[in-house]
Every structure is written in C-alpha cells, then in structure tokens.
C-alpha cells in the first residue's frame, strides 16, 4: 500500500547550524506535500506546504523542495534556534483511506533538538 | 478564534467502557478528521468526513464510529474500549480535501 517513510527520527543540531529532514513517498498521484511541527502537549501545527506543480518554496528560514521523478520532498530549516527543537511531520496523499478522495499519511516524525 | 476545540483533555477508562470524544471548530471547515497518535508511528487516521452529512473510513477504523453532527461538531465514539486504543486521539478540520489541515491538542485516553 502507499506509504510515507521519513528520515532521520532524530536529529541534533547547534544552534545557527541547517537541518534537513527527507520524506519519500510512493503514490505517484500525490500532489501536496504539506510539513507540520509539533511542540510537546500540543497539536500538529502546519508550518509550510507545497503543490506538485513547483519544485521550491520558501518561508524565511523554512524551504521545501520537492522532486517528483525521485518521489521525495525536503523540509530545510535554515540558522535553527532553540525554539526551532520540536517533532515535524510530513505528509502526502494517498489512498490508504476507503473514500473516493486520497486523504493525508503522515510520516512517523523527526524528533529535532536545536542544541544552544 | 478558538479553532479546533477537543474535549476532554484527559479521559481513563476501564476496558468495555464506552465513551464519546467531542470536536467543534469555528472556521467553517467543510471537512473534519479523527487521528490517533501513538509512539513512533505518526498520525493514523482513523475517520473522516469531507463535507457536512458524509463520513468515510481511514486506515485505522474498527472499533471506532463517528458522527458529523453539523457543520462544526465530528465526534468520535468508542463503543466498547479495549486497551490497544490507549493513545493520543487528534481532531482537525480543513477548508477541503488536501487543504491544510488544523488541529486541536488532543484527548489522552488510556484505557486500563
């Protein structure tokens, strides 16, 4: 069935450094690729999405890429800060549900410590 | 603006015992969805209803059911608990299909 495998589980950085979490998928029909942070105690938060038809975007120090062909999409966060530490998910689309319409599968999360 | 509201926070039960988790949002999202979280495994839908008056099963639906009450409310019932569904249980809602999804802070059930 489709699924959505995401890389590291956890990852440790310093502060200031880059982080980049990868997620493959393997519904080629998936077309939104959403990426959400979750702070301890709390909801999912969506924090940056991205459409199959653009290959990039960027929101001040968090970027998505995507690469259709290869079946993967990156979460990049640049100049990380303490408040950066939390757990992020990816998601696509995919037809594991019974509806007509694919509903989201989450990847099994990264765990990121921003280390000051 | 609350956004998505989930009561209760905390619940314990015994197993056989049954129990309603209530959602309500405020953003006049068409579509609604139950997920459980447990550890290392993500968020695994359990339920979901794209619009007002549908419901359709996610990956992980037996021993659940749901109910679109209106527009704003989708709850989430557990007829008789067994202890495998001891978890964190998440509501969201969403303009549509593959919008972005918004969630509430959870109901942590254990079932004892």
């Known amino acids: 069935g489709e699924n959505v495998e995401q890389h590291p589980s956890t990852l440790s950085v310093q502060e200031g450094d880059s982080a980049v979490i990868k997620c493959t998928y393997s519904?080629?029909?998936?077309?939104?690729f959403p990426w959400y942070k979750q702070e301890l105690g709390k909801g999912p938060q969506l924090i940056i999405d991205?459409?199959?038809?653009?290959g990039e975007k960027k929101d001040q120090r968090i970027a998505v890429t995507l690469n259709k062909t290869a079946k993967h999409f990156s979460l990049h966060i640049t100049e990380t800060q303490p408040e950066d530490s939390a757990v992020y998910f990816c998601?696509?689309?995919?037809?594991?549900?019974?509806?007509?319409?694919?509903?989201?599968?989450f990847g099994s999360g990264t765990q990121l410590t921003v280390l000051p | 603006n609350a956004g998505v509201t989930q009561t209760p926070k905390f619940q314990v039960l015994k197993t056989g015992q049954s129990m309603t988790l209530q959602c309500a949002q405020d953003?006049?999202?068409?579509?609604m969805y139950w997920y459980r979280q447990d550890p290392g495994m993500g968020l695994r839908l359990i339920y979901y209803?794209?619009?007002?008056?549908?419901?359709d099963k996610g990956e992980v639906p037996n021993g659940y059911n749901v109910s679109r009450l209106n527009k704003r409310e989708f709850s989430l019932r557990l007829e008789s608990a067994a202890p495998s569904q001891t978890s964190v249980y998440f509501c969201?809602?969403?303009?549509?299909?593959?919008?972005?999804?918004?969630f509430g802070d959870g109901t942590r059930l254990s079932i004892l």
């Open positions: 998601a696509a689309p995919s037809s594991r549900s019974s509806g007509s319409a694919r509903q989201l599968t």
């Open positions: 991205i459409r199959s038809n653009v």
């Open positions: 519904d080629s029909a998936s077309n939104y």
């Open positions: 969201a809602s969403s303009p549509g299909v593959n919008q972005p999804q918004h």
């Open positions: 209803s794209a619009s007002e008056g549908t419901t």
């Open positions: 953003m006049n999202h068409n579509s």
